[in-house]
């Protein structure tokens, strides 16, 4: 198995520009997560969705984030207007739904804003 | 709502020498315990998981971890350190209600190997 599939895997973008970050979980699992994380914060979560169903978005910092998942096999986190503070890894993470299921995380997207 | 301490921010070893990194938890009921690993530039790894039965579990890479019930900890360890363990380990901690699989982190060990 390939794994979770984040792309791009650095992004540098100007403050005010739309960032899309995408993710392909693992086939199969049916949770996926969104986390950030930062020097200051470490890793927070950010999202979950069960069966592409948004379960818990209260870690979403404010309006400018959105998450998306339209199918098992994709999912974007989009921040718009984008803002220097946003700067931070960007994680996915499956899991098989279960009690205790250990999650997969991704390679991480690097974002930059300047 | 459940929470995990990592009290050591940096811990430095010696390579060969042995390890313990420490980690408590709080959560009213058994918990779902993981260590995870994260080398520069990359992802998550899991080590190992505790979830029921024998408290000591072994995982990946040489490592085992014990769950001790008494003292709300779940402390990693290793007999003999290798310098690609250098690398930052974080616990987290699972609740036990089926439909919500979040986890909580701590704020991880940054570990050092010196030869």
């Known amino acids: 198995d390939a794994g979770v599939i984040q792309s791009p895997r650095h992004e540098v973008t100007e403050m005010g520009q739309e960032v899309t970050l995408r993710c392909k979980p693992i086939?199969?699992?049916?949770?996926l997560f969104w986390y950030r994380q930062t020097m200051m914060r470490g890793l927070e979560l950010l999202i979950y969705?069960?069966?592409?169903?948004?379960?818990?978005d209260s870690g979403m910092p404010e309006d400018r984030f959105s998450a998306k998942m339209p199918n098992a096999s994709f999912s974007t986190l989009k921040i718009q207007p984008s803002e220097p503070r946003d700067s931070a890894v960007y994680f996915c993470?499956?899991?098989?739904?279960?009690?205790?299921?250990?999650?997969?995380f991704g390679p991480g997207t690097r974002l930059t804003v300047t | 709502a459940q929470s995990v301490t990592q009290p050591d921010i940096h811990i430095t070893v010696s390579e060969g020498a042995s390890l313990e990194l420490r980690c408590n938890y709080s959560y009213g009921a058994t918990p779902y315990l993981f260590w995870y690993v994260q080398s520069p530039g990359q992802g998550l790894q899991l080590l190992l998981k505790y979830f029921s039965g024998d408290t000591l579990v072994q995982g990946i890479k040489g490592f085992e971890a014990e769950f001790k019930r008494s003292q709300s900890s779940f402390n990693l360890r290793k007999p003999s350190v290798h310098w690609s363990d250098a690398a930052e380990y974080f616990c987290?901690?699972?609740?036990?209600?089926?439909?919500?699989?979040?986890?909580?982190f701590g704020t991880g060990t940054r570990l050092t190997i010196i030869p």
């Open positions: 993470a499956s899991s098989l739904r279960d009690r205790g299921s250990e999650q997969y």
């Open positions: 987290a901690v699972g609740i036990s209600n089926f439909g919500n699989e979040k986890l909580t």
């Open positions: 969705f069960n069966n592409n169903v948004p379960i818990d």
């Open positions: 086939s199969g699992h049916n949770s």
